[in-house]
């Protein structure tokens, strides 16, 4: 696995430890070689997971729309800053560049990127692992949902299953090396 993307906040949220959280996860992907991409801004979740990555040497991917450059402030010490025309190209671009995808906390931006991807997955247009980085607890009412779409018949099982969710970074990239993408969702 040479990269992932990460989708987050672009603030701190109520807690320090998801900012601490997010540092240690940087650390970790900068530890396995991985490049971090991510949507380029230096503040917030998303600006702790990409110092971490640059303080320990590692590679760092910004893609962010020109309308957000100044908004998020982006990232002056990014490896590289791809400013592109609107979200959907933010987002093509990250999916193109990534060999896998984590959430860490965040609003409904965070959760509609993960979505994305995440229905990709389920309908064979990628067969890259998509993850949940559970810190302090925060995807459980998410995972809830998720059951509750399989026992309503909305989601089968094994892509429920899909959702690769840890609350320790070492795990959850542990847990990605050994993924195997479940059989494209058919409607017959």
């Known amino acids: 696995m040479n990269s992932i993307a990460v989708f987050c906040g672009s603030s701190n949220g109520a807690s320090e430890v998801y900012v601490e959280s997010a540092r240690e996860f940087g650390i970790e992907l900068a530890k396995r070689g991985i490049t971090l991409v991510y949507g380029g801004a230096s503040v917030g ?11 320990e040497g ?3 991917i910004g893609i962010m729309p020109s309308f957000l450059e100044q908004r998020e402030i982006a990232h002056e010490g990014l490896t590289k800053l791809i400013v592109v025309d609107s979200m959907h190209e933010r987002k093509a671009k990250m999916a193109e560049l ?20 995440f229905t990709w997955a389920q309908i064979g247009l990628h067969q890259k692992p998509c993850g949940l980085l559970n810190i302090n607890n925060y995807f459980d009412p998410l995972l809830e949902l998720f059951q509750h779409m399989t026992t309503e018949a909305f989601l089968q099982e ?30 017959a």
């Open 45 to 55: 979740v998303m600006g702790a997971v990409a110092d971490a990555v640059l303080s």
């Open 58 to 60: 590692g590679q760092v």
């Open 98 to 117: 990534a060999d896998g995808f984590v959430a860490l906390p965040g609003g409904p931006g965070t959760l509609e990127e993960f979505f994305e991807v």
């Open 158 to 187: 094994k892509y429920r299953d899909m959702a690769i969710v840890e609350s320790m970074p070492n795990r959850l990239l542990d847990r990605f090396h050994t993924y195997q993408a479940p059989t494209i969702k058919t409607y």
